[in-house]
């Protein structure tokens, strides 16, 4: 049976702006089905090749990847820059006949994505390792056309390193899971009480003695700046922009472990007695260590910090965390925070913070990261966009359920629906169209320890934010994801995934 009788019963996640199913006959990969692309190669030229890989293994196809501008012959997938200029730079147009696929777009993010959508139309068993079970479908393709775009330009994930530390690799899974579902933003939380997780050469102590542990007494880890470096490479070739985060003034213990100089105050609420070395925190208690915010000391640091993470992120945001902070006055934590958000401007970067910082001066280009809505409005009222990631919907640390092993509580209990069914701009009052540049799912590690933890908690609530980024308004609905989302169960089995099988889906 094919997977699809026509192209108006898709699976495809995030809900693509338009479908329109064709009455003619589907497109079937065959042995000699060729992948086209323009004759000066360049983005799209990549692109078709990566497309090569995705469909060889299972298929055992070879597809050959042909640059050209002329007309193609029959049964090629064809990938076409421009065009589709109303598209915006991430829209593409996918169109399926039983001769061809076409995929144009008006910049090579559009045609990664329209990648994505071909990819997801195919059954299931693409995903898998060998060509050892033949689809008995023939791996065909309904036709029809797909047009596409997304609703929000910030649609992402953030992976806290933190807590606990993720290895290169397991970034990089991560970075796999967010190329499927068209996020286009990996937040990285690289510096809390618990650990200091990447190389600053004019401070060398805080990753070798601040990445030292992590939390509950285990060895953490940092990336080297060549780490960084490739998981950057990695995520760019998916069109996916890395935002670090040094989270300060608070979340600051494993740098003034590093360098005591940089503290005022600091009592750590329980002292874990695996902490392998003086002043390394390995609790999970919030909100009780402070950078010192009248020391130039600090600025100094910021400095440093700041200037070595702008130059090895080429994207244009650098977070500063900016949360949670106990140990200051509402004045000293505007003083500080205005001050680093020079510092940001110096750099060339635009400053993205935890919506606390609407309590200092923000610069109309700065940018709040909404998670408990109280302070955000103080910074819409600043002219700052907003990122939505209201704990109580995006938060994918927290539980689904109360019998969820894994994960916090103290926001809410997050089934697959929650996650689903909110909308970033109308969930606060005073919030318009306007201010909200887009939607994120935090992922927490104080219980997470590895990738395979972490995909428990992402799948399959990040597809569900991602639609949520996505998708317009008017295609969106509960009962029609949950009925897309079963079927991508298989794939995420082939991939090698661990997932939630939420019983609010028959999968
Ligand atoms: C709150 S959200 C925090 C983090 C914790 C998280 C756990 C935010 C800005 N701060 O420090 O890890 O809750 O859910």
Redesign the pocket.
């Given at each position: 049976m094919p997977p699809l009788a026509a192209l108006g019963v898709h699976r495809v996640v995030p809900m693509p702006a338009s479908v329109v199913a064709a009455s003619g006959a589907p497109f079937a990969l065959s042995a000699t089905t060729t992948i086209v692309v323009p004759a000066a190669g360049g983005e799209a030229g990549r692109i078709g090749e990566a497309l090569a890989v995705l469909l060889r293994p299972a298929t055992g196809f070879p597809f050959a990847v042909t640059s050209t501008d002329a007309a193609v012959p029959n049964g090629s997938i064809v990938l076409r820059l421009g065009g589709a200029a109303t598209l915006s730079s991430e829209g593409y147009e996918l169109t399926i006949s039983a001769d061809s696929v076409r995929i144009v777009a008006a910049a090579p993010a559009g045609l990664f994505h329209g990648i994505q959508t071909f990819r997801q139309l195919l059954p299931a068993a693409i995903e898998a390792e060998q060509s050892t079970h033949r689809e008995a479908s023939g791996w065909s393709v309904p036709a029809g056309q797909i047009t596409d775009y997304p609703r929000f330009a910030w649609r992402g994930a953030m992976l806290?390193v933190a807590?606990h530390f993720f290895t290169v690799d397991e970034v990089k899974q991560l970075i796999d899971i967010l190329a499927l579902y068209k996020l286009n933003t990996l937040h990285l939380h690289l510096a809390?009480d618990q650990g200091w997780r990447i190389q600053i050469d004019s401070w060398p102590r805080l990753a070798q003695y601040g990445g030292s542990t992590e939390v509950g007494g285990g060895p953490g880890g940092y990336f080297t700046k060549a780490d960084y470096g490739d998981i950057v490479r990695y995520a760019q070739d998916r069109y996916i922009t890395i935002v670090p985060e040094i989270?300060m003034p608070a979340?600051t213990n494993a740098a003034i472990a590093s360098y005591p100089e940089l503290g005022c105050s600091r009592t750590a609420p329980d002292v874990s007695p695996n902490a392998p070395g003086a002043g390394l925190y390995t609790g999970?208690h919030?909100g009780w260590s402070a950078l010192c915010y009248d020391k130039e000391t600090t600025y100094k640091f910021v400095n440093d910090v700041v200037g070595e993470l702008a130059a090895m992120t080429p994207g244009p945001f650098i977070h500063i965390?900016g949360?949670?902070v106990q140990v200051l006055t509402i004045e000293q934590y505007a003083t500080f925070i205005d001050r680093v958000q020079d510092i940001v401007a110096q750099h060339q970067k635009r400053m993205v913070g935890?919506d606390e910082i609407g309590r200092a001066h923000l610069k109309p280009t700065s940018v709040a990261?909404m998670?408990?809505s109280d302070t955000s409005m103080a910074a819409v009222r600043q002219g700052a966009k907003l990122v939505m990631?209201p704990?109580t919907q995006a938060?994918i640390?927290?539980k689904y359920t109360p019998a969820t092993e894994l994960g916090?509580d103290?926001?809410a209990y997050v089934e697959l629906r929650n996650a689903y069914d909110w909308d970033p701009v109308t969930q606060y009052k005073g919030v318009t169209a306007n201010d909200v540049l887009g939607v994120e799912a935090?992922l927490?590690?104080?219980t997470v320890q590895n990738i395979t933890a972490a995909e428990y908690l992402i799948l399959p609530r990040l597809p569900a934010i991602a639609e949520v980024g996505w998708s317009a308004t008017q295609t969106r609905d509960w009962e029609s994801f949950r009925a897309r989302i079963a079927a991508h169960a298989p794939r995420w089995r082939l991939l090698g995934m661990n997932y939630y099988p939420s019983p609010q889906v028959n999968w």
């Open positions: 806290d807590r809390d989270d979340h999970i919030v965390g949360d949670e935890w990261q998670w408990r990631s704990a938060y640390d927290m916090l103290w926001a935090p927490w590690s104080e």
